[in-house]
């Protein structure tokens, strides 16, 4: 099993910027990919960014170029560089790993409030 626990939401002024952090623990090396996910009030989630196991990185489109993930492998962390941050941003963030594992490969954070004020 992998553990993922986040940090770093909060309240912020539109346009300001916010760093997420995910911290895995676990059987961390059956993860081959970790994302992080959104969902607004009365909104599906939906994936935000998501980073490989060998770097690849894809973003939606609603946050290409404003936003960053990254990852740490000595500390076994991801992070979520959010810039230019737009009230249409506020959600909960939640970080996602994909894993080797069976029957269960895909866990979750408990999830990471972000509000951005106009």
């Known amino acids: 099993q992998v553990q993922l626990v986040e940090s770093g939401g909060g309240l912020v002024q539109a346009g300001g910027s916010l760093r997420l952090s995910c911290a895995a623990s676990?059987?961390?090396?059956?993860?081959?990919?970790m994302a992080w996910y959104r969902q607004a009030p009365g909104k599906e989630r939906e994936l935000v960014a998501r980073?490989?196991?060998?770097?690849?990185?894809n973003y939606a489109r609603a946050v290409r170029g404003r936003f960053t993930i990254s990852r740490d492998n000595a500390i076994n962390t991801v992070y979520l560089q959010m810039n230019s941050l737009k009230p249409e941003d506020t959600a909960v963030f939640y970080c996602?790993?994909?894993?080797?594992?069976?029957?269960?490969?895909?866990?979750w954070g408990q999830g990471t409030q972000v509000a951005v004020s106009s």
């Open positions: 996602n790993a994909e894993t080797t594992d069976w029957p269960q490969n895909n866990y």
């Open positions: 676990g059987n961390i090396f059956s993860i081959v990919a």
């Open positions: 980073i490989t196991s060998g770097g690849t990185t």
